[in-house]
Every structure is written in structure tokens, then in C-alpha cells.
């Protein structure tokens, strides 16, 4: 094995206990896994998780939770248990949460609590999962607490994650599946860090790459593309190799294991530099690791 001076960084993992999703969500996702019983154990026992980190060179993993009551089960239970998680090793894991404007009157209150008591280091929204676009909050009143999610994101240091691009997953609806909503966020919200979650793929890969360069703070993640397609998929990578980061999306359906997804980067035609930055130096930029 190769080794290298610097250690990897993997921002998008699902880890969830599986009892928190839909029956059928919880089976597709196992359905995939070489092993169905590690995928429990790194689940629920961060030590194993991070066991398995050290041998493979992995320093950090951003563990991504949100709210999707309706599509795939997540109430707000799940900010406690990613809190919780999280707190076992504060310097290895990037903790997300979620939360929903409609289902929580104090908005204010809510943040504090996400990005204060319970230590969360940012937010993900997912809008073809929650049913509404990110700019919702000029559209809808209901919606008008997202303006005080990014406010507070802001003042927190936090960052945003958005899901782009399409969902298959029953239920998820595509109309918001386009990033383009991202802009008005980016305009009104210069400030807030915005990560567009696989940059669109397959449908919006355009308007991904048109956000990245209009918005000085607004990145991507690689996740949920096998890597060996990257090139295909976003043919403008290395043009914007200071705004990407690496993402497995394990255990998501099709991603077998986080390091297997490592190894099929490197095996990329990029140069070391943009893998160096990629697999590390852009996430540790963008979430503060160090700070
Ligand atoms: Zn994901």
C-alpha cells in the first residue's frame, strides 16, 4: 500500500440507526452491503467506526443526518443521536443536522440549540427529501425561518449542505432536485458557507459548476458518483479542485466501503496536488478542523 504524509477526509457517510429510516429505505441500503453486520456495528459504536479509520489513513468523516419525517423517517431524534455519536470523538467526526422551519416555531431557539447545546457543526438540507427549494423563504411564509437558519449557520461558524440533484428513493420529489435555488441563498447570504451535495449530478451538473464560480462560498461535494465516472460527470473538475471535497455517501446503495472509494480516486488522472486538496485540504478549510 502507497503511503501517504497526509491523512484523508471523507465528508458525506450516513450514519444512522436503521431503525430510524423507513423499513424499506433501511433495507435497500443493506441490501448493497457486503456485510451487513459491520454496517450495524459502525452504526452504533463510533470506537469501531474509528477502529476502522485508523487502519485506512482516515482522519475525519462528516456525518450526515437531516429531517425527512415524511420520506425516509427522520424526526429531530436524529440530532441526538449524531450529537451523541459525534461526541465520542470530537476531533474525528463533523457531526449534521437537521431542521425543518415548518415543524419548528422557534426557529432562533431551534439553531441554538443544534449549533450550541448539541455541538453540531452544520446543517444539511435536502430539498427533493423536505419538499421545499432553499429559497422557499422569498416564496412561502412558512418557509420565512430559513432566512434565520442561515443567519444563524453564520454566526455559528456552520456550514450549509444541500442536496443536488435527483433522489430515487420513493417518495422524493425532483422538482427539487435543481441547485439553482442556491443562488438566491449565495446573493442574500453572502457569508454562509454552502456545500452543493454532488454538485448537481446527473441532471444539473452545469448549474452546479455556474454556482461554484459565480460564489466565492459556495463548494461541492463528490459524493454518490462512483469515483471511476468523476471525469464523465464533471468533465470541469479540476477547474474548481479548491471547491471540492471528498464524499463516499456510504452506506448509501451501490457504495460498498468508504476506503474502496478512496482508492478509486487516487486512481484518478488528477494531479497530486488537487488530490491532496480534494481528499483533505478544502474540508479542513471549509469546516475549521483545526481552528
Ligand atoms: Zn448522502
Redesign the pocket.
Known sequence: MRTFDYKFIDI???ITPWDAVKPEIAAAVKATQADPARLDEFTTDPHKLVAYMDEHNIEWLGL?NYLSPDVIGYTEEINNFTARFAAAYPNRFIPFGGIDPRRTPRVAEQMDHLLGELGLKAIKLHPPHQLFNVNDYLFNKELAGLTVVYEKCIEYGASLMV?TGTSVFKGARNRFADPLPIDDVAVDFPDLKIIA??AGRPMYTETAFFLLRRHPNVYFDI??TPPKSLPQYYPWLERVADKAMF?S?WP?PGVKDIYDNIQQFLALNLSDEDKRKILRENAVKVFNLFG
Open positions: 458525506h457517510v450516513h450526515i442536496h451535495a454532488h459524493s454518490s464524499g455517501d448509501a
